[in-house]
């Protein structure tokens, strides 16, 4: 099956730097979504990218879908303690009967 | 919209005994959830996708007669795992997709499973 590869593995930054992580995959994706999951929680989702070269903001998010379609990446800028959860890629293929492929996530901490 | 609950939010349960999660899709209609299972500080690891009105399809090497899923109905999935023991403990989530945009899905907040 298709597989992610996400990285950072985990960050530790301080309160107002800018985060930027990733996600490549060996094959293409038809739309890439990035999760945010904090302690005790399910995912909730950030952003959402259906074409190839799509920039969408969320706020202090910002998230590409690659041209090549195997790759995307998510930018917090000003980062704030709040912040802080593990940040989950997932790539959709159309022909996957729904399921997406997940990272295996980003973990970022933020120091006040 | 696309808000998706799950029930109970924290079970405790001793050892044999079978327990029932509920994932509600509450502003939508969702053909399609998908259960899944996650360890502490890991990924989310598909169990098996559910869809209403059929059986749900499970994922390699997960046992379909321990983890019973019931799709009734377009909101609402249940998962039951039966005879539960200690290893069963974990972080049980799903999530649900909607026709709107069917390439995205929905979270629900998790379901945590101590077995004792």
């Given at each position: 099956g298709q597989q992610l590869n996400q990285s950072p593995q985990s960050m530790f930054i301080q309160e107002g730097e800018d985060v930027s992580m990733n996600c490549t995959s060996s094959s293409i994706f038809n739309t890439w979504l990035w999760y945010k999951q904090e302690p005790g929680e399910g995912p909730v989702l950030l952003i959402a990218l259906y074409k190839a070269g799509e920039l969408t903001s969320n706020g202090r998010l910002t998230a590409q879908f690659g041209i090549t379609r195997k790759d995307s990446f998510l930018n917090i800028s000003a980062?704030?303690?709040?912040?802080v959860g593990i940040y989950f890629c997932a790539g959709h293929l159309n022909t996957n009967a729904g399921k997406s492929t997940f990272g295996d996530g980003t973990t970022l901490t933020v120091k006040p | 919209g696309a808000v998706v609950s799950q029930h109970p939010s924290r079970v405790i349960c001793k050892s044999g005994t079978s327990v029932k999660i509920e994932c509600r899709s509450l502003d939508f209609q969702a053909t399609t959830m998908f259960w899944y299972r996650q360890f502490p500080k890991q990924s989310l690891m598909l169990m098996a996708t559910s869809n209403e009105g059929s059986k749900a399809t499970y994922e390699q090497g997960v046992e379909k007669d321990k983890f019973l899923i019931n799709h009734?109905?377009?909101?609402l999935s249940t998962l039951t795992v039966t005879s539960?023991?200690?290893?069963?403990s974990s972080f049980y989530i799903c999530s649900a997709i909607r026709l709107?945009?069917?390439d995205t899905q929905y979270f629900g907040p998790g379901t945590r499973l101590t077995v004792l």
């Open positions: 980062s704030i303690p709040s912040d | 009734a109905s377009l909101t539960a023991h200690p290893e069963d709107a945009d069917a």
